[in-house]
């Protein structure tokens, strides 16, 4: 073999593995060989384009310049093209951060996803990794609480809690050990952004919690996973094993003196375990039923000690937080809300996906600009703002801003901001349907209402003719009983189709 | 089955803490493909549980089967986003194909279909997930191509 070795950028991420990527990889490894042309090949995340993956890149002297999807039929005219100075090809994209759907954002948390490869902490290091956890290093742990006080971070796992205060509280609660958790079992339909960070860029978590620990004064982090994503299983187990050999987790942090052990927890196909307290359970070795709150969490959590539950997309901001300072993340944002938020577009649209835009953003921005307007032969008929207990709204409000407090007026909340984007095609009563049948399946049990409640719902929702009388009443008392937010929100898809889909209950 | 000093084994990989039972349960259905019954009290008995309170956590998760599963596993996203871009026909057609239904295993013992809710690949679906590999972007006709290409 001569010459320089040609560097090639393929993800791994399991989205672009599920169309094909490592076939492509294959392909790529074989076309090199056969040619007698050295090869680096970079397994990274992916930047999220998802309808361009595989989207395979290519250095060249202009930077990396992008070829997708790309079939292994197509893999040698690719290389012939990519090789000659990023030549053209039909499937040629150019630079990736050019394509407008990714220049249209400012992929901050996502900055590295599909760039480095997720599991070389020299790369992460050298595109600006592990400065937050230095400068936190440097300051009092009240000065860290502080800080993400002030930067106006809420919780991104549904809830909005802000972060400040629950990290306030748990490192004043008294009582020790404490813990940290992250709650990655990002169970709502629609949304992936938490799965696409933890394959490409898992070392930003890691460095969130170790942050975290440091805030609090916890030495002890877990960090639990749904099952149902083994591709980021894998990823942050060999990714917390790169960081205990750089000696950046265990009993001495960089040199520091303070200690921090993460623990990756699975899940086991429940989704009512990413509700904080049932996922507490589930990290103690029991069923993930949820507590009755107070005590919080904060005070009285893992084995009865202060815990820091946050979700996972939470921690991910907390080292830029740290590195470039509150103001800085307090002044992205429009429409009076601060900050930038991943939401999550699925559905009837051309290009769906994660798209890392201002908080506020409306749902029709999200399909108009992007997500590449509704796919050919269907038109916006209404959509989910917030994974399967937010609701269901019609396209004729689809300009309201898509944040906390925004929704609530009408019976609906942007949560996890999973959103799905149903058109004439979708019966509204058999999405409502759906929905009911999926919390009947994932109820606990644990309380009467949503135990029975999901049950009659489904068995009355089944009906030709809705008795919407008696589901408003069986609605009032799962929203005013439950003992947690599965049963509390389980009735929002009921009264959505009821209070604005009239047209689909005949 | 497993022999018991085996069982005894995965629990002190994670020095036998009741806190680990559900990675205990994922280590023991990982190298046999299910959990058997009779390892429950071996299980109580090595993290000082109750047989009640070890048959109640594996009892509560959808993960743990106590029966070897079908040869091969076959998943299909039957959640929101996968329904919005037609699911429920890719279900349909594979309950027909295999002549099962969700939750059971084919009579000649080849695949068992399950439900999954949500895998994550909400801009590729409708997604399944076969013997473990994720698939995005699936038909018909690419289901019947899976299953019928060698495991």
Known sequence: MTGAPVTIYLPRDAAALSVGADEVADAVVAEAARRGLPLRLVRTGTRGALWLEPLLEIATPDGRIGYGPVAPSDVAAVLDAGMAGGGPHPLRLGRPEEIPFLARQQRLTFARCGIVDPLDLADYERHGGLAGLRAALALAPAEIVERVTASGLRGRGGAGFPAGIKWRTAAQAPGAPKYIVCNADEGDSGTFADRILMEGDPSLLIEGMVIAGLAVGAEEGFVYIRSEYPHAIATMRAAIAAWQAAGLLGADVDGSGRAFRLHLRRGAGAYICGEESAMIES????????????????????????????????????????????????????????????????????????????????????????????????????????????????????????????????????????????????????????????????????????????????????????????????????????????????PNPIRSVMKYFPGDLK | MQSQPDIVAICRRHDSRPDALLEILHDLQDSLGHVPQAALPAIAAELNLSRAEVHGTFSFYHDFRDRPPGRRMLQVCRAEACQAVGCEALAGHAERRLGTAFGETSADGAVTLRTVYCLGNCALGPAVMLDGRLHGRVTAERLDALLDAPA
């Not at chain 1, 796919?375 to 300009?399: C, N, Q, R, T, V």
Request: aromatic residues 6%.
């Open chain 1, 283 to 490: 990290i103690e070795g029991k069923r993930g039923l949820p507590r009755h709150r107070p005590p919080y969490v904060s005070v009285n959590g893992i084995f009865g000690r202060p815990t820091l539950v946050n979700n996972i997309e939470t921690l991910y901001w907390v080292p830029e937080i740290l590195k470039k300072g509150a103001a800085w993340f307090a002044d992205q944002g429009k429409n009076d809300c601060k900050g930038l938020r991943s939401y999550s577009v699925s559905g009837r649209v051309k290009n769906p996906g994660v798209k890392l835009v201002p908080a506020g953003t409306t749902a029709r921005e999200l399909i108009e600009e992007h997500s590449g307007g509704m796919l050919d032969g269907h038109s916006f008929k209404g959509y989910l703002p917030g994974g399967p207990s937010g609701g269901i709204l019609p396209a004729e409000m689809a300009d309201i801003p898509l944040d906390f407090g925004q929704l609530e007026k009408h019976g609906s909340f942007v949560g996890s901001h999973a959103v799905v984007i149903l058109s004439d095609k979708d019966d509204m009563k058999d999405v409502a349907l759906n929905l009911l049948k999926f919390f009947e399946d994932e109820s606990c049990g644990q309380c009467t209402p949503c135990r029975n409640g999901t049950e009659k719902a489904v068995k009355l929702m089944q009906q030709p003719n809705w008795d919407t009388d008696l589901l408003e009443e069986l609605s009032a008392v799962m929203a005013d009983a439950s003992i947690c937010g599965l049963g509390q929100a389980a």
